[in-house]
C-alpha cells in the first residue's frame, strides 16, 4: 500500500486508537509555561484506582495495545505503580511522560524490571538556563537526575523529549550527543498553542527560519530521532518526513483526561472537541466507535483555503489545534505554513475572540523543584 493511501485509509478511523494519551491527573509539582493542559492542581473528580482499573480492562477488550501516560505529573498519583501493573496484566504496555522530578534509585529499579515500560524525560534544554526558563528552577537538575538513576539502573533505552522553542533550536545537535550518551532516543515535537501555551506561543514558537532549520536537521541527521507526527506542516519544504503526516485527532489519536473526559487530541481540551466520557453508558468503546464529534472527523474533509496550494497533499493544511488556539479556521492554513498562507490571517485572528482551552488547573504560585 502507498503512503498515500494508507494516510486516506487511516483518516476513516480504526476500530481503536493507536495513539491514545491518558493524562491521569491534572496535578503537578511544575508549572511549565508551556504545558497544553494548563496542569497544577488535582481536579478533586480524577477518576478513582478502580475506575482507572475499569477503563484499562475497555482498552484491553477494544484491543489497544499501548497507551501514552501523562498528566500533569502522572507519578504525583499514589496509585502510579498500582496502575502501571494492572495495565501490564492486562498486555497493554505504557509510554509514560515525567518531568522526573519523582524518579528514585529505588523507582528507577523497579521500573527497569517491569516489562512493556517506556518512559520519556521532558526536558526542554541543555543546559540549566534554557530549560528552567521554561520548564521552573531546578527542573534541569531534576531530569539529569532521573536520566542517572534510570542508567544505573540497566532499564535501558528510555527518550528524551523536547518541546521545540525558538531558544532551543540551535541546541539539536546537544540533544542528540546527550541522548546518544546516555543510550537514550530523542524526540522532538512541536510547540502548540494549547494550555498555558496559548499565552506563551506567541513569545516561544520558532521562527519561519527555524522551522527551515529543524526540517534540514531532521532530514540530515534525525535518524532514530521521533516527532511524534509533530512537523508534517513542514513536508511543504521538501521531501516527507517520516510518519502518519496527518491529523489523526478522532482517527487514530484521542485524548483521555484525569476525569475521564475523552477528547479528539491531547492538544485541543475544548468543549468543542470533547467527544464523550469513559464514564457514561457503553464506557470508552462507545465513545470511540459511535461519538458525533468522532464520526465527523472520520468523513472526507475539504481542503478549504488550501485548495489551491500544491503543497497540500503532503502537509494536509497543518494542525487542527494550532490553527483552533491562534483563531484560524479549521480548513484554512497552518500558523506556522512555511508558504507564509498562515500570517495575514493571524493577523485579522488577534482582532477577534480566540478560543481559551475549557479547564486551566494552574496554581497562583510557582514551586521550586526539589532535586
Known amino acids: 500500500m502507498s503512503a ?9 478511523g480504526l476500530d481503536a486508537p493507536i495513539c ?3 493524562e491521569l491527573t491534572y496535578a503537578c509539582n511544575l508549572q511549565c509555561v508551556h504545558c497544553l493542559s494548563s496542569s497544577g492542581r488535582r481536579d478533586p473528580r480524577e477518576l478513582d484506582t478502580e475506575q482507572v482499573k475499569n477503563v484499562l480492562d475497555q482498552l484491553r477488550d477494544l484491543q489497544v495495545f499501548y497507551i501514552n501516560i501523562g498528566g500533569g505529573e502522572p507519578m504525583i498519583r499514589k496509585d502510579f505503580f498500582e496502575i502501571l501493573e494492572h495495565a501490564e496484566s492486562n498486555g497493554i504496555g505504557v509510554k509514560f511522560s515525567t518531568n522526573g522530578t519523582y524518579i528514585t534509585a ?3 529499579k523497579r521500573m527497569a524490571a517491569m516489562n512493556y515500560l517506556d518512559i520519556q524525560i521532558s526536558l526542554d534544554g541543555v543546559d540549566a538556563k ?4 521554561v520548564r521552573g528552577e531546578g527542573s534541569y537538575a531534576a ?9 544505573d539502573a540497566n532499564f535501558g533505552q528510555f527518550k528524551i523529549s523536547v518541546v521545540m522553542t525558538r531558544h532551543n533550536v540551535d541546541q539539536l545537535d546537544a540533544f542528540k550527543a546527550l541522548a546518544d550518551e546516555y543510550g537514550a532516543q530523542l524526540r522532538i515535537t512541536r510547540l502548540r498553542p494549547s494550555g498555558r501555551g496559548a499565552d506563551t506561543w506567541d513569545e516561544l514558537h520558532t521562527t519561519q527560519a527555524q522551522q527551515r532549520q529543524i526540517y534540514s536537521w531532521l532530514s540530515q541527521a534525525g535518524d532514530n530521532v521521533l516527532t511524534g507526527d509533530s512537523f508534517f506542516h513542514l513536508n511543504a519544504l521538501g521531501e516527507s518526513l517520516p510518519g502518519l503526516n496527518l491529523c489523526g485527532a478522532g482517527r487514530v489519536v484521542c485524548l483521555i483526561d484525569p476525569i475521564g473526559d475523552v ?3 491531547p492538544f485541543v481540551i475544548h468543549d468543542q472537541f470533547k ?4 464514564l457514561s453508558d457503553g ?19 475539504s481542503a478549504g483555503a488550501c485548495a489551491s496550494c500544491d503543497s497540500y497533499d503532503p502537509c494536509q493544511g497543518g494542525c487542527m489545534a494550532a490553527k483552533f488556539f491562534t483563531g484560524l479556521p479549521l480548513d484554512g492554513p497552518d500558523p506556522e505554513c512555511v508558504k507564509g498562507h498562515g500570517e495575514e490571517l493571524l493577523r485579522v485572528a488577534k482582532l477577534s475572540i480566540i478560543p481559551k482551552p475549557s479547564m486551566d488547573h494552574s496554581r497562583s504560585v510557582k514551586v521550586r523543584v526539589n532535586v
Open 283 to 301: 464506557g470508552f468503546s462507545k465513545v470511540w466507535k459511535s461519538s458525533d464529534l468522532f464520526l465527523s472527523l472520520r468523513e472526507p474533509e
Open 130 to 133: 534554557t530549560n528552567d526558563a
Open 275 to 278: 467527544a464523550g466520557s469513559v
Open 263 to 265: 477528547y479528539a487530541c
Open 106 to 108: 529505588e523507582n528507577a
Open 20 to 22: 491514545l494519551t491518558w
Open 143 to 151: 531530569s539529569i537526575a532521573a536520566m542517572n538513576f534510570l542508567r
Open 4 to 12: 498515500k493511501a494508507l494516510t486516506e485509509q487511516l483518516k476513516g
